[in-house]
T-cell receptor
Framework: GQQVMQIPQYQHVQEGEDFTTYCNSS?????IQWYKQRPGGHPVFLIQ?????EVKKQKRLTFQFGEAKKNSSLHITATQTTDVGTYFC??????????????FGKGTLLTVNP | NAGVTQTPKFQVLKTGQSMTLQCAQD?????MSWYRQDPGMGLRLIHY???????DQGEVPNGYNVSRSTTEDFPLRLLSAAPSQTSVYFC???????????FGSGTRLTVV
């Protein structure tokens, strides 16, 4: 079945340092989505990338989708303590007819030392 | 507009008991899914639905049943609870033309 691998599993940074998490799918994706989960909370949707080579920015966050639509990355510039949480990528692909399955990576837990 | 509502928030079951985790959304979303989250395992898809009357299996469907009789509700049934089903369960929904899923706040289930 489809697998979505995400690295690193953990990342600890000093406040102000940059952070990057990488996501790789075993199959070509229709789109890739990114979610953030604060400790004790539920996943919250951040963004969706659909086009090959797409790059999107949200303030200090930059999201990229690979040319082959099988890999993606999330980069945070100058981390802040509010960035703490687990970042998940999730790949969506068609699974027969109009069915779309969303498969999550295992996530990267980001901790920030103030 | 409540979004995705999951009940109960916490539950303790004895091995062999059955129960239903409730999920309701008020956004008229077509797509609904159930995930379980275990430490170090991310979110794994249990069952999903693309509309009323249509359900399909995800990665880890064994031991769970679902039905989708209405657009709003997508209950998850544990047939005979096992300790391996101790987990946090999330329900999520998405409109056909929306980006991204909206998650409920989760149900923390312990099976003893």
């Amino acid at each position: 079945g489809q697998q979505v691998m995400q690295i690193p599993q953990y990342q600890h940074v000093q406040e102000g340092e940059d952070f990057t998490t990488y996501c790789n799918s075993s199959t070509t994706l229709s789109n890739i989505q990114w979610y953030k989960q604060r400790p004790g909370g539920h996943p919250v949707f951040l963004i969706q990338l659909v086009k090959s080579g797409e790059v999107k920015k949200q303030k200090r966050l930059t999201f990229q989708f690979g040319e082959a639509k099988k890999n993606s990355s999330l980069h945070i510039t100058a981390t802040q303590t509010t960035d703490v949480g687990t970042y998940f990528c999730a790949g969506e692909r068609q699974s027969g007819g109009s069915n779309y399955k969303l498969t999550f990576g295992k996530g990267t837990l980001l901790t920030v030392n103030p | 507009n409540a979004g995705v509502t999951q009940t109960p928030k916490f539950q303790v079951l004895k091995t062999g008991q059955s129960m239903t985790l409730q999920c309701a959304q008020d956004m008229n979303h077509e797509y609904m899914s159930w995930y379980r989250q275990d430490p170090g395992m991310g979110l794994r898809l249990i069952h999903y639905s693309v509309g009323a009357g249509i359900t399909d299996q995800g990665e880890v469907p064994n031991g769970y049943n679902v039905s989708r009789s209405t657009t709003e509700d997508f209950p998850l049934r544990l047939l005979s609870a096992a300790p391996s089903q101790t987990s946090v369960y999330f329900c999520a929904s998405k409109g056909q033309f929306n980006y991204g899923y909206t998650f409920g706040s989760g149900t923390r289930l312990t099976v003893v």
